[in-house]
């Protein structure tokens, strides 16, 4: 009994057993009637849904309610115009609803799409065109085609029953773009892609039995039904609130197995259906096969563009974050040692000076202590931001060497001038903080091992002097003096 508290669960049992009874009564008003109570369910079940839960982004589901709430007008009418006025010609009054309902319907799936995937999502896009291509050659060929040819010099005929099937279709497209944009992850779209698919199946279904025979409605009627209790679960399940969501965007363009197999199988779909053609023993058509194929092939080759684009920006991520320090942006301690060797190594070749400097935030332990980790982080960040705008266009590189140690590497410029960068350095430390700093000189023969650690002497003994001030190592004396 805990299971029929919840309102999506009690609406599929109740749904069920309505479905249940309509298979009991023939083709007649009373199953017609009871199949309408059954569509007119899901919008019902679509607002109520929209109202209990209450989701940020309630425009997607309120479309989806308006879409439905076309579809069971339809439905109303049908039973009016064949169970009450006798008219049962094609077109029809319920045709206008019917019609009506795939751009809502669709309009709906695009708008959560858009909503989990607010940045141009050219993948899913494309993903989708090439299904829908794909899925638009099979139906022009086998439903469309043949549903063309059967009404003649009936032009109104013509165009509703092509408005079906393109319906279907366009449906689908939207359908695919919710998948990518990463919406398959909670229940309440599995819910909904189950109900578009059941219902998609159905039309197509019909469309097939109406173009190359006559339908009485006692074969796939029930496939509907579904298509009416999924629609109105998804919007009562309480993951509804999240399926409009903005995804995050690793998951909702990664290229996963099962998007490749779908992918390859609707790129498949135009020689399947040629050869679909030949085994039934039906005239091919070619030219569009032809079309179809063209437009696969370049929506597959856009979508390998697209995919090698992305390859390649993550790539140049990965690069940087590799090099980078993650919190403030600047060189890492790795890239800091390959700089240090590519500098030394044009200092030597150019005859100039090699100038490191070591900075360490005084006190940094007790200010972390004292206001909170993210203080301190901010303080990092801050520091390494104005630090990194008065060493712009100096030349001398900026690294963040580890905790609060920073390093200023400076190939070409004067030992003294290097000073005057540390007291613009010391000038704009954020928070009122200081720092001490090691200075040291390249003697011309040293590694950068050997450079560095003259450097990290100088700065033990800033600090021992008490802080906020620069000492110099003397060059190869082990010794260090006062900057001036």
Known sequence: MRGLRSPWRAYAVLGGLVALVVQVFPQGPVHDGLFVVLSCGAPVATAVGARLHRPQRA??????????????????????????????????PPDAFYVLAYPLLAAALLRLARQARPDRDVEGSIDAAILVVGCGLLSWTFLI??????????????????????????????LVRV??????????FRLLAGAAVVMLVADSFYQYATSFGSYDGSGFDWLW?????????????????????????????EF????????TGASLLAPATLALQLLLGQTPQGWAVVAGSTVLFLLVVLRMHALVRRVRAQAVLLEDLARTDPLTGLLNRRSADAELRRLRDRAELDGTDLVVALLDLDRFKVYNDTHGHPAGDRLLVGAATAWRTALAGTGAALARWGGEEFAVLAAGLPPAAVVDLLADLRAVVPAGQSFSAGLAVWDGV??????????????????????????TADRGAGSVHPTA
Do not use: N
Request: net charge neutral.
């Open 225 to 253: 039904q579904v298509s009416y209790v999924l629609w109105g679960c998804a919007a009562l399940h309480p993951s509804m609130r999240r399926l409009s969501d903005p995804a995050p965007t690793s998951g909702s363009t």
């Open 179 to 188: 998948f990518a944009a990463a919406g398959h992850r909670s229940a309440a």
């Open 256 to 263: 996963s197995a099962g998007r490749l197999l779908v992918l």
């Open 145 to 174: 085609a043949p549903t063309l040819a059967g009404f003649g010099a009936d032009p109104a005929g013509a165009a509703v029953s092509l408005a079906y099937p393109l319906g279907d279709i366009v449906v689908l497209g939207a």
């Open 446 to 471: 040293e590694t950068p091992d050997a450079l560095l650690a003259r450097a990290d002497t100088a700065l033990y003994a800033a600090k021992h002097a008490g802080r906020a001030c620069t000492r």
């Open 59 to 92: 425009s997607a589901w309120w479309l989806l309610a308006a879409g439905l709430a076309a579809w069971a007008l339809g439905d109303v009418s049908y039973w009016l115009c064949w169970w009450v006025l006798d008219l049962r010609g094609f077109p029809a």
